[in-house]
């Protein structure tokens, strides 16, 4: 699988590159015919840094198959695969009027839900097959604490994205 991450990160960085000449018109050619077709500027950009973020993230996979040396199964790749490329892909359909279309739409919503659960499938995959135990059990705790954090801080919280919500 090394030859596909490797081949599969270029090209979601190249992606990522390519959104990069339709967010630059968007922001600096004020009267672009792409303004018409990128209606949300801000979705387009989190494509854009979405699908670099995402190679980037290939790569890591890519440095643990070479540093541990070993190969992931496919049942983890294909999911890893999906979801890097699916998941910009939804910022970049939210970047448009063609979420709302007919058909888009369902496309939308399935890929809103079945996106990042194959990340999510694929990146806990990863950690339990290749990480020691003790990174486990420090992302648990990290996890737990974090929601810990949320419960008890739950009302700052609402106090804090109702107070965004009135200034919109």
Avoid at 94 to 106: C, D, G, R
């Amino acid at each position: 699988m090394n030859s596909f991450l490797l081949n599969w990160a270029i090209f979601i960085f190249m992606a990522g590159l390519i959104l990069s000449l339709p967010l630059g018109a968007v922001f600096y050619l004020k009267n672009s015919q792409l303004n018409d077709f990128f209606t949300n500027p801000r979705k387009l950009k989190a494509a854009h840094l979405d699908y670099i973020m995402q190679s980037f993230s290939i790569g890591l996979v890519l440095l643990l198959e070479f540093t541990m040396n070993i190969e992931l199964p496919i049942y983890m790749v294909i999911p890893l695969a999906f979801g890097t490329f699916c998941n910009p892909f939804i910022f970049l359909l939210e970047a448009t009027p063609l979420y709302k279309a007919e058909v888009s739409k369902i496309i939308y919503r399935i890929l809103k839900v079945i996106s990042p659960a194959s990340l999510f499938f694929a990146w806990i995959a990863i950690m339990i097959t290749s990480l020691p135990a003790y990174i486990s059990w420090l992302l648990l705790f990290f996890t737990l604490m974090l929601g810990l954090g949320i419960i008890t801080n739950k009302k700052k919280l609402a106090l804090i994205t109702k107070g965004t919500q009135l200034k919109k």
